[in-house]
């Protein structure tokens, strides 16, 4: 299998404070990988610094046989990297429709999507801290203009992965339940028709039923298109049986690797990750 993503020797920083301390992982063309560990570990700044922020202070990062590491987000998100980021970021006073929509603006050039503005790429699917086209802010916009072909196929697989947010179409996003907007989220990432789609902890706070539903999309969505996933979880069992591969972080640094079902398998993680051990935190808590 090729590799889509690769990282090595990555280190990231927050100020003075290094949190990645040289970092290898990579995602090969249509793998699940999943990477797991105990709060604080550096998980999530790992999925953001491969978007570009935090910035890479030392080491490389590849995409598909281009170097991206000092690479800017909106260029990373062309190239077919997309995130639904920890904690659901949607527009609440749009409909479920509008922010898939706004979702599509990062799709990559010649796609018949709305109209392509690197201002709101981000690695989010969808622009934290952007502002939404004119017309789409408001309580009642408008379609966004150019919405062809392409963002009408895109709304269709979307609904298609999750049937629930068609029925809910015309609804705003902040009127939606947790697992709701959760899907929501990772259904805007995919808009931009992504080949690696980054998910850090998609079933946060969600009761069981929802969280298997969530892992059958993303299941799903690996399948039937091939879409390449990087999954940060905390139900690390779920997530390890999923994955074709897995990570164990600690620290700042990878501290273990393998097939998913080995990693399932391995004493240490077992104790750490499985059985109740540090690295599990409470279904429902809170995460940064
Ligand atoms: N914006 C920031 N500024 C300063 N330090 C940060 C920032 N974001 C994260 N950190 C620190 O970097 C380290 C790694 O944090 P990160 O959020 O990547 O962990 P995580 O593995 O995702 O944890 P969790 O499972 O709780 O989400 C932590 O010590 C955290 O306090
Ligand atoms: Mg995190």
Redesign the pocket.
């Known amino acids: 299998m090729t590799t889509l993503l690769s990282l090595s020797g990555v280190r990231t920083s ?2 003075n ?1 290094e ?1 990645l301390h040289g970092v290898d992982l990579e995602v090969r063309e249509g793998e699940i990988v999943t990477l797991i ?1 105990a ?7 790992l999925l953001m610094t491969v978007c570009g922020n935090p910035p890479v202070a030392h080491g490389q990062i590849l995409f598909a046989g281009r170097d991206i590491t000092r690479m800017p987000t909106h260029a990373i998100v062309r190239l077919g990297i997309s995130q639904a980021p ?1 904690g659901r970021r949607i527009f609440p006073r749009m409909t479920v429709m509008e922010n898939l929509l706004m979702g599509a603006v990062a799709a990559p050039p010649g796609a018949k999507a709305p109209k392509p503005n690197d201002s709101a790429a981000s690695c989010e699917g969808t622009p934290s801290g952007v502002t939404p086209a004119p017309g789409l802010s408001s309580g009642r916009p408008a379609p966004p203009a150019g919405n062809g072909d392409g963002a009408a196929a895109d709304l269709e697989r979307a609904f298609r992965l999750f049937p629930l947010l068609e029925e809910r179409r015309e609804q705003s996003g902040g009127t939606l339940s947790g697992g709701e907007q959760q899907m929501l989220a990772i259904a805007r990432a995919l808009m931009s028709r992504p080949r690696l789609l980054l998910l850090d ?1 998609p079933s946060l706070g969600l009761a069981p039923l929802l969280v298997r539903q969530i892992f059958d999309a993303i299941a799903r969505l690996n399948r039937d298109e091939g879409t390449a996933i990087l999954l940060v979880e ?1 139900h690390a069992h779920q997530a390890l049986r999923l994955a074709h591969r897995g990570y164990v972080m600690a620290n700042g640094r990878i501290v273990l690797s393998g097939g998913g079902s080995e990693l399932l398998a391995n004493p240490e993680v077992r104790a750490a990750y499985l059985e109740g051990g540090v690295g599990v935190r409470p279904a429902g808590e809170g ?2």
């Open positions: 927050y100020g404070i949190a560990g709060n604080g570990a550096g998980k999530s700044t920890e902890e905390q995460a940064s």
